[in-house]
């Protein structure tokens, strides 16, 4: 099983985990099978994410790339295959294709519109912002220095 596993694609491989035909186990298991076929020396899978994960707390990770990948972000154009430069100092993450490749990539980019299950979902989608301005409510500096741009708050007891 591992072994067909492996000759998966990072598509058909979240495909089948989600449908419930293998389980996050056993993806680990192949994917650490891969890993050692390929470079042997390699003992953990560093991970890259755009949003909370868990469960990546013994390996290198990169948890905040921004902006997400749901927002627009580059994130969202690397393929399976691509090589990614991880430079922690410069707090950078560059994917290894060229400048033509990238602008291809991106202008091929499709965001996909997001459906709001509750109206929490929408409030937090339309007014705060990403990850790179601390996730914040967007229109926080309309509320900074209330007294001075306001008038004092009404006393609401």
């Known amino acids: 099983m ?13 495909q089948k985990l989600r449908s419930g035909d293998i389980s996050p186990l056993e993806m680990i298991a192949a994917a650490e099978k891969r890993i050692s076929k390929i470079e042997p020396a390699i ?3 560093p991970t890259l994410g755009d949003g909370r994960q868990s469960g990546t707390s013994e390996s290198p990770s990169i948890l905040h790339v921004s902006p997400e990948s749901a927002a627009g972000g580059d994130l969202g154009i690397i393929k399976t295959g691509d090589k990614i ?6 707090r950078r993450v560059d994917v290894l294709i060229s400048n033509l490749e990238f602008k291809k990539r991106r202008s091929k980019r499709k965001v996909k519109q997001l459906n709001n299950q509750t109206p929490w ?8 912002g990403q990850l790179e301005d601390g996730a914040c409510i967007k229109t926080r500096s309309m509320y900074t220095n209330i007294v001075e741009k306001k008038g004092t708050p009404r006393h609401s007891h």
């Not at 591992?2 to 491989?13: N, P, R, V």
């Not at 430069?85 to 410069?90: E, G, H, R, T, Y």
């Open 43 to 45: 003992n953990a899978l």
């Open 121 to 128: 979902q929408e409030l937090s989608r339309l007014t705060v």
């Open 2 to 14: 591992i072994d067909t596993l492996i000759q998966l694609t990072a598509s058909d491989a979240v």
């Open 85 to 90: 430069k991880i430079d922690l100092n410069k």
